[in-house]
């Protein structure tokens, strides 16, 4: 079964500087799709950025960037500039296989002080 | 702007009630989703369907939850009877396949904040 780990249940920034969230997965799949979700206060589950494990080139979003690393079965986000309204739970998530269904980590949350 | 709803978005039962949880995906999704958050577990998988059609629901317990999608634009979430330890919150999500016929993206709603005393 897949798995998704996320080590750093929280983590703070200073606003406009960089942070770098963790998250490393198990897998016997070849071909997957890996995601950052963010959740708000609100609850809303928000699409960060996704990376095709077929590609070998990192994803990126306007701030949010991720180093992809395969063999390593790593999976980090990057968030640059930090801003207020970055301030979420984020979720690492999998999904791979024939049935597409996400495996997600257990979230870190994010502070970001001003 | 097309957005998964979810009703109702708060529900507070009483232990023993039945609960009926809604969702509508987004027109032309054609595989939904049922997941539950909690604090302990996390986020987890509990059901999904693709053409109305079940094809996981081993996440559920089967003795008091059930899935449906009476039809395209409507699934459903039962739990009957209820118990404290269902409290949770419960989203749904849809998706559809790109042009490779691969699901690439899933769409939450905003999810049902279920309480059971």
């Known amino acids: 079964a897949q798995t998704v780990t996320q080590s750093q249940p929280e983590m703070s920034v200073q606003e406009a500087e960089t942070v770098t969230l963790s998250c490393t997965y198990d897998t016997s799949e070849s071909d997957y799709y890996l995601f950052w979700y963010k959740q708000p206060p609100s609850r809303q589950m928000i699409l960060v950025i996704r990376q095709e494990a077929y590609k070998q080139q990192n994803a990126t979003e306007n701030r949010f960037s991720v180093n992809f690393q395969k063999a390593a079965k790593s999976f980090s986000l990057k968030i640059s500039d930090s801003q207020l309204g970055d301030a979420a739970m984020y979720f690492c998530a999998y999904s791979g296989g024939s049935n597409y269904k996400l495996t997600f980590g257990k979230g870190t949350l994010l502070t970001v002080n001003p | 702007d097309a957005r998964v709803t979810q009703t109702p978005r708060h529900k507070v039962t009483e232990m023993g009630q039945e609960v009926t949880m809604r969702c509508q995906p987004i027109?032309?999704?054609?595989?939904v989703f049922w997941y539950r958050q909690t604090m302990m577990q996390g986020l987890e998988l509990l059901a999904y369907f693709r053409n109305r059609a079940p094809l996981d629901d081993s996440g559920m317990p089967k003795d008091r939850f059930s899935a449906e999608m009476p039809d395209a634009t409507l699934a459903t979430l039962k739990i009957q009877p209820s118990e404290p330890r269902d409290s949770a919150v419960y989203f749904c999500a849809s998706g559809f396949p790109n042009s490779g016929g691969e699901y690439n993206e899933q769409f939450f709603g905003p999810g049902t904040r279920l309480t059971v005393l």
């Open positions: 027109l032309g999704h054609n595989t």
